[in-house]
């Protein structure tokens, strides 16, 4: 009796198993990474002549092998010495790549050529969220006045056409957040070193732009997010500052 009792109880357990881990995100792994092939695309003027800012893409996924390509000639190593595809001050290598996926986001490791992972979910809405949500307004600055309130129409006047959102129109397969860490910076006040980041971070985002129009890919340099979201969300340090986030697709 207490046999069959027991039996019945692991059946019962194993059937309802699947229903609990329904819907449930499923733990992220590492996600190694091909050698990048770098034969491909076309010639450097050509891909300066296809470089263009584009606001649609396919939402085909990318393939492991364009992935791993896109990731190294943004910011990967490309010499024996560690240094890398894109330049930065005093060699500080301070932007970090979050790459933003269906399945989680993900930090790019150059040195191991991988993504490790960071938080579970597709959060690459959270990527090209406007900060505040939509509509919001920024504040007003220190010394300005604050925006005059809009008069109402006159009774039977149409209402103005109000531009469409600056964002994309959808998430692309794969949004590439870029931070710097201010900290591997070994001199400098706060905002020179702000200063130097940004032009590192817009470094990075150049390369990818002009990867992208080499070999058939589309994106656009982004500096519209919600950065206190994001740093939340990847639980960035004091001194990681977001800049940039390109999405990148194939030709829609």
């Known amino acids: 009796m207490k046999r069959s009792c027991?039996?019945?109880?692991?059946?019962?357990?194993?059937a309802l198993a699947p229903?609990?881990?329904?819907?449930?995100?499923?733990?992220?792994?590492?996600?190694?990474?091909?050698?990048?092939n770098k034969t491909r695309g076309v010639s450097v003027m050509e891909a300066f002549a296809l470089r263009a800012s584009v606001r649609e893409w396919s939402d085909k996924d990318l393939s492991v092998q364009d992935l791993s390509d896109l990731l190294w000639a943004a910011n990967g190593i490309n010499r024996p010495d560690g240094k890398r595809t894109a330049p930065s001050a005093m060699n500080a290598q301070d932007i970090d790549i979050y790459v933003f996926m269906k399945d989680g986001a993900y930090l790019y490791d150059a040195a191991g050529q991988m993504l490790k992972p960071v938080v579970a979910g597709d959060h690459r809405s959270e990527v090209t969220a406007r900060p505040g949500g939509p509509g919001a307004k920024p504040m007003a600055k220190p010394g300005e006045k604050p925006e005059a309130k809009p008069q109402m129409p006159p009774p039977g006047a149409k209402p103005e056409a109000k531009p469409g959102p600056a964002?994309?129109?959808?998430?692309a397969p794969v949004q590439l957040f870029l931070i710097s860490d201010i900290s591997k910076f070994r001199m400098g006040e706060t905002a020179?070193?702000?200063?130097i980041a940004a032009l590192d971070a817009g470094i990075v985002s150049q390369n990818i732009a002009?990867?992208?129009a080499g070999?058939?890919?589309v994106t656009r340099p982004r500096a519209s997010m919600d950065k206190a979201k994001?740093?939340?969300?990847l639980k960035?340090?004091?001194t990681q500052y977001p800049f940039l986030n390109n999405p990148v697709g194939y030709k829609k």
Request: glycine share 10%.
């Open 6 to 14: 027991l039996a019945g109880f692991l059946l019962a357990a194993l």
């Open 19 to 36: 229903v609990l881990s329904w819907g449930q995100p499923q733990e992220l792994k590492p996600i190694k990474l091909n050698e990048p």
């Open 167 to 171: 964002g994309p129109a959808s998430p």
């Open 192 to 195: 020179g070193k702000l200063e």
């Open 210 to 212: 002009l990867f992208c």
């Open 215 to 217: 070999t058939g890919l």
């Open 230 to 233: 994001l740093k939340e969300l």
């Open 236 to 238: 960035l340090t004091d």
